[in-house]
């Protein structure tokens, strides 16, 4: 008689790690948004510092298996502060051929590539390009390759439930975050209250994505197929309660904030446009709040109908992107001519024309400060982070209602879709918006002016005794009268500029990261902020001489812009576009900056902005 024993797998190596990258890939109907967003999320609970980088298709459904349906997702997270979603992702998971073409360039020496084999085959291979299949003909042989029939296992770990195969085929997304949950020692209890939150209302569909995430998180468990764990450990961030935020979450709290701050009704009018239609989704969920979101049916409307909310005492808002904003132009006009507190986000893209909708840009800078007939000065601000958008919304809030002017909010695509953790804020912590309305009936001009701010007074349409017309034609200096007058209206177009140059003196000064002077100085502005600030700290550590500065306004500049270039004998001017604030700071100061230009619809890495400081050096 003979007596079998039950034999368990070997306990997995634990390997600890600072810093890790992945990278989800697969089919835009794969989920990987989801799939990405799921792990962020449960990364954010366990106290990892991250930083997300979603990267979208730009067709609405591409077909199937195609390069350009590719949809994917990076994550970094890390035990470390950090500000960049990586370089170069440690791990790819990519579902099928099409993922792996589009991302493996991407992927480290020696990385972790895991494969759903299942989506390997003739017909997938050919719609992707491929001559031979990489997994046979061992191109592939330089990672260390998991070939796992995700496909497969997913429909094994759901047969009991009543799905069709199409649809629970769908579910594999889940399998392979379960299987990388534990690879990364990730809990699933956050995902699994998620699924059951999502569907509730359908009980099957709960009940299957529940299956695939424990099936593929047992199967990394109980299979020898990987022999080591990954450990990230907590990140030592300051104390305080944080959540994970994307940019364009970040600015629609922010301008939520502002209004209570300011205690008055937002009012915000858009048109929908990728990637700023976020924004109208998160503030329409703000009903119990003193906001009010208005679908309208183009971007002149949109805008139009925020200058009239701005008219009548609200705090006037819109938001697009660069086409939207070339089709607002006229308004914008509108709005600093009636001198009135307007904010004009603009979360910018590729471009010209319809351009790299999905992809990130920062081309609209001379668009913001000049794009517009005659001489139409408006401030300019610029989020450098995801979390940074909530505070410069209140910033824009704040100047436009005390200057009386509209005010640009430029973020970008990598902004407006990337996350990170944010850090709640305490109220106390936040600036006092102070909004007043002009009541003396006796005094009131509608173009007299404030002689700190030069702002004209803002007066409720309606108030007996302050009636007042406003318009796009030029305005007689104090009355507000129509005036063709040439002097006046030399007079008005000064005035109008001096204004906006006075904010200068009501913003904060230029920080330098850094030495205050040597050889070389880093310029930046907006999301350039986490590559550039990662890349000099870099090469300080290794003892160079370079320091680096963020510009959050860029009209006015801050007024020490000047004098930080001047202490540095090297000016570096990295941007996402072909050189615009590179142009003005030439044009202002007579610095010759030297340009680090990229135009891919990406990001920056921080080697790239690394290699070029060095050849400065």
């Not at 992707?128 to 990672?143: F, M, R």
């Not at 009239?308 to 086409?323: D, I, K």
């Not at 902004?415 to 912590?429: F, H, M, R, S, V």
Request: aromatic letters at 8%.
């Amino acid at each position: 008689m003979s007596t079998q024993l039950e034999v368990k797998p070997p306990k997995a190596h634990v390997e600890d790690l600072e810093t890790v990258v992945i990278r989800f890939a697969g089919d835009s109907g794969d989920g990987m948004q989801l799939t990405g967003s799921q792990f962020a999320d449960t990364t954010a609970i366990l106290g990892n510092d991250l930083v997300t980088l979603p990267d979208f298709p730009a067709e609405i459904r591409a077909p199937a298996g195609t390069l350009p349906g590719v949809s994917g997702y990076q994550i970094s997270f890390s035990s470390q502060d950090i500000r960049t979603p990586g370089d170069a992702p440690g791990v790819l998971v990519a579902m099928n051929p099409a993922a792996l073409k589009t991302n493996l360039a991407d992927l480290e020496d020696g990385g972790i590539l895991i494969v759903d084999t299942d989506a390997f085959t003739q017909q997938n291979l050919n719609k992707a390009g491929y001559k031979s299949n990489p997994l046979k003909d061992q191109s592939l042989a330089g990672y260390r390759l998991f070939e796992i029939p995700l496909t497969t296992l997913t429909l094994r770990a759901i047969g009991e439930t009543t799905l069709g195969t199409r649809q629970a085929t769908r579910c594999k997304n889940f399998f392979a975050l379960g299987l990388v949950f534990w690879l990364y020692e990730r809990p699933v209890e956050h995902t699994e209250k998620w699924i059951q939150d999502k569907f509730r209302n359908n009980a099957e569909v709960a009940r299957a994505n529940m299956a695939a995430l424990l099936a593929g998180y047992n199967y990394a468990e109980t299979t020898e197929i990987f022999t080591t764990h990954y450990r990230v450990t907590k990140a030592k961030l300051a104390p305080g309660t944080y959540r994970k935020i994307t940019g364009n979450e970040a600015t629609a709290i922010g301008f939520v904030t502002a209004a209570m701050l300011a205690k008055r009704p937002l009012f915000y009018g858009s048109y929908p446009i990728t990637p700023a239609s976020d924004i109208l989704h998160e503030l329409s969920r703000y009903k119990n709040f003193p906001i009010k979101t208005f679908q309208a049916e183009d971007e002149i409307s949109a805008i139009g109908a925020a200058i009239g909310a701005s008219y009548g005492g609200s705090l006037g808002l819109t938001g697009t992107s660069g086409p939207g904003v070339a089709l607002k132009s006229e308004a914008i006009g509108l709005a600093v001519m009636t001198e009135l507190p307007l904010v004009i986000i603009n979360v910018q893209r590729g471009g010209p024309s319809t351009g790299l909708p999905t992809k990130t840009e920062q081309a609209d800078l001379l668009q913001a400060v000049f794009g517009r007939n005659s001489e139409c000065p408006v401030a300019v601000l610029a989020p450098a982070t995801p979390a940074e958008c909530f505070t410069l919304a209140i910033e824009a809030i704040r100047i436009a209602t005390r200057y009386m002017t509209p005010v640009f909010f430029l973020s970008d695509g990598y902004l407006a879709n990337g996350a990170e953790p944010w850090c709640i804020p305490d109220l106390k912590d936040l600036p006092q918006i102070e909004v007043k309305f002009y009541a003396d009936k006796a005094t009131f001009q509608p173009y007299r002016r404030d002689p700190k701010t030069l702002a004209r007074p803002w007066a409720i349409p309606g108030t007996p005794g302050l009636e007042h017309r406003v318009g796009g034609l030029e305005k007689e200096d104090v009355t507000g009268n129509v005036s063709y007058d040439p002097i006046n209206h030399e007079k008005m177009v000064h005035l109008r500029a001096e204004k906006i140059a006075g904010i200068a003196n009501d913003i904060p000064d230029l920080e330098v990261f850094g030495p205050g002077e040597g050889k070389v100085l880093v310029l930046g502005w907006g999301s350039t902020h986490g590559s550039i600030t990662t890349a000099v700290e870099k090469l300080q550590r290794a003892g160079a001489s370079v320091s680096s500065a963020h510009l959050r306004y860029l009209n006015p500049f801050p007024r020490n812009l000047g004098e930080v270039l001047r202490r540095f004998e090297r000016v570096l001017i990295p941007e996402l576009n072909l050189g615009q604030l590179r142009l003005m700071i030439r044009a202002r100061y007579l610095v010759d900056a030297i340009g680090l230009n990229k135009i891919q619809g990406k990001p920056f890495k921080v080697s790239e902005i690394v290699g070029k400081i060095e050849e400065l050096l």
